[in-house]
T-cell receptor, first 112, second 112 residues
């Protein structure tokens, strides 16, 4: 299996622009998680899905953030409009049981 | 509330020396416990996990961890560290729900 795939690996954008991060989970996994990692706050859970349904989005920092999972093999995390404080590494992870999570390589987002 | 504490922000060991990374969890019952490793520019990779049973668990890359209920600890060990082990290590716990709590991480430096 190719593992969790994220794209793009790096994104540089200007403040106010829309950013879309993409994730393809491991086939057969029914949980998908989006995390954000920064030096200041470490690893934060933003939202997770079970069978394509959002279960807990309490970690989404603001209404500027939204996530979708239209099918079992694809999810997006969108930031609109983006701000410099959104600069971070965003990870997608998937799981079969919700306990053991398999992480993608991450997307490093820089908002200038 | 569930929490995970990694008391050491960073540790330096000599190549070939033994390693122990500390992790303490806070929860009334025994949670599921995990150690992940993150190499620079990479996502988190699961090293090992403890659900129940034998309190000494073996993982990949020669790592092991011991669960001690009396100390609420789940310390990670390796008898002989290699330079390639330099990375950040995260302890995590899950109480059987959907949310995994990660510690702040311990960065391991290996000196020649």
């Amino acid at each position: 299996d190719a593992g969790v795939i994220q794209s793009p690996r790096h994104e540089v954008t200007e403040m106010g622009q829309e950013v879309t991060l993409r994730c393809k989970p491991i086939s057969g996994h029914d949980y998908l998680f989006w995390y954000r990692q920064t030096m200041m706050r470490g690893l934060e859970l933003l939202i997770y899905f079970n069978n394509n349904v959002p279960i807990d989005d309490s970690g989404m920092p603001e209404d500027r953030f939204s996530a979708k999972m239209p099918n079992a093999s694809f999810s997006t995390l969108k930031i609109q409009p983006s701000e410099p404080r959104d600069s971070a590494v965003y990870f997608c992870a998937s799981s079969f049981t919700s306990y053991e999570q398999y992480f993608g390589p991450g997307t490093r987002l820089t908002v200038t | 509330a569930q929490s995970v504490t990694q008391p050491d922000i960073h540790i330096t060991v000599s190549e070939g020396a033994s390693l122990e990374l500390r992790c303490n969890y806070s929860y009334g019952a025994t949670p599921y416990l995990f150690w992940y490793v993150q190499s620079p520019g990479q996502g988190l990779q699961l090293l090992l996990k403890y659900f129940s049973g034998d309190t000494l668990v073996q993982g990949i890359k020669g790592f092991e961890a011991e669960f001690k209920r009396s100390q609420s600890s789940f310390n990670l060990r390796k008898p002989s560290v290699h330079w390639s082990d330099a990375a950040e290590y995260f302890c995590a716990s899950n109480t059987g729900g959907f949310k995994t709590i990660f510690g702040a991480g311990t960065r391991l430096f290996v000196k020649a």
